[in-house]
């Protein structure tokens, strides 16, 4: 068996039991349920980080800080199948809306540390392809740049587009593949979609490798509403 195989089966039995007992304390009719949130989001917490920060593999990104509503999203994409990762499904299979929006909200207040920089080796003329990606686009294949929506800083965009820093290349690179395959999919119009298939390999590990380089920045919060229109139609993001 495929060692990723083998740690993905090991991570679902982990994440499988901490979802048993959070559902089991969110289903008690008693006064079971802890009252603090951090005690509630233990199994999220378990996976993720103590705060939300990810951790060192390819299976859990970090979400402390994201904008409530891009984490909302994710969750009830997980439970309701626009997501697909068996032990998130499992896990918030049978939490309502309102449950998952405190979870999100709780999330998207935190900011701890950054992770450090991935290090490995990538030549500058790859990084700087990324840059140029990441930052300008392609307009002759009409590839807006991906600042153009996640923010200057690329910290997100409130109310629902998240940051794009404090991630590992392997994550984003992963994240984009589900996007450009359609196993990964939004409301429609699905604008990821519509940008992931005009990627080619070449452009996914240029930018997620310069962007997993990059170094915290000095606000690492989501910006403010743009009132600017996005440079197309996403049917998850208010227009």
Sequence with gaps: MHCRTIGSSILFVVCSVWACTTLAAAGDAGSSMP???????????????VQGQGLNNDYFPRIAGKPADYLFNQLSSFRDGGRTYPPMGYLIAFLPDDY?????????????????????SVSPAVLAYGERLVTHGDPARKLPACAACHGARLTGTQPGIPGLLGLHASYIAGQMG????????AIAPDCMHSIAVKLTDKDITAVSSWLARQPRPD??????????ALPLACGSQPQ
């Design 178 to 185: 589900t996007w450009r395959s359609g196993t990964r999919h």
């Design 35 to 49: 009252s603090a949130m951090d005690e509630r989001v233990r199994a999220c917490t378990s996976c993720h980080g």
């Design 100 to 120: 998952l929006r405190k979870i999100s909200q709780y999330f998207a207040d935190l900011q701890p540390a950054y992770p450090n920089a991935d290090t490995g």
């Design 219 to 228: 606000d690492p919060r989501p910006a403010p509403v743009s009132v600017a």
